[in-house]
């Protein structure tokens, strides 16, 4: 699948797709500037556990008014690997499929992030 408005647009990198997290998320924002300047460069296996923790908190909020703005927040996290696997390098779907996917079936809020991964990333699935 091409990206909208790039007739030739080449594969995703890994470096776009923790581009269009951050732009998700300004936590991942965050987490990406203490990243960098924690190893100097981007380690993508490794930011995935700051993408999946930051899935995971969006989820466990249950405060009145707040809670629909982190599930959007999540939820938009959640496109943007879904897009990241219909557009990326081969790397750059690994990085999902392992470090995020694979990692979050072993989160203890996996059930709550289970109905909201789009069909890219349940096809992902180890336990399927």
Same mark, same amino acid.
Not at 8 to 22: F, G, H, I, Q, R
Not at 49 to 66: H, K, N, P, W, Y
Not at 77 to 99: D, K, M
């Given at each position: 699948?091409?990206?909208?408005?790039?007739?030739?647009?080449? !594969?995703? =990198?890994?470096?776009?797709?923790?581009?269009?997290?951050?732009?998700?998320? @300004?936590?991942?924002?965050?987490?990406?500037?203490? #990243? +960098?300047?924690?190893?100097? =460069?981007?380690? !993508? #296996?490794?930011?995935? =556990?700051?993408?999946?923790?930051?899935?995971?908190?969006?989820? %466990?909020?249950?405060?009145?008014?707040?809670?629909?703005?982190?599930?959007?927040? *999540?939820? %938009?996290? &959640?496109?943007? &690997?879904?897009?990241?696997? *219909?557009?990326? #390098?081969?790397? =750059?779907?690994?990085?999902?499929?392992?470090?995020? @996917?694979?990692?979050?079936?072993?989160? +203890?809020?996996?059930?709550?992030?289970? !109905? +909201?991964?789009? !069909?890219?990333?349940?096809?992902? +699935?180890?336990?399927?």
């Amino acid at each position: 699948m091409k990206r909208a408005g790039r007739e030739n647009a080449k !594969p995703m =990198t890994n470096a776009e797709l923790v581009e269009s997290l951050c732009a998700a998320s @300004v936590a991942l924002r965050e987490a990406r500037r203490a #990243h +960098l300047r924690s190893f100097g =460069t981007l380690i !993508p #296996h490794v930011f995935m =556990t700051d993408v999946l923790a930051r899935v995971g908190f969006c989820l %466990s909020l249950d405060r009145g008014e707040e809670i629909g703005k982190h599930r959007d927040e *999540a939820g %938009s996290i &959640l496109q943007a &690997l879904e897009r990241g696997l *219909a557009e990326g #390098h081969q790397e =750059t779907r690994n990085v999902i499929a392992v470090s995020f @996917v694979n990692d979050a079936e072993l989160e +203890l809020f996996f059930e709550d992030v289970r !109905p +909201l991964l789009g !069909p890219r990333l349940q096809a992902q +699935l180890q336990g399927k």
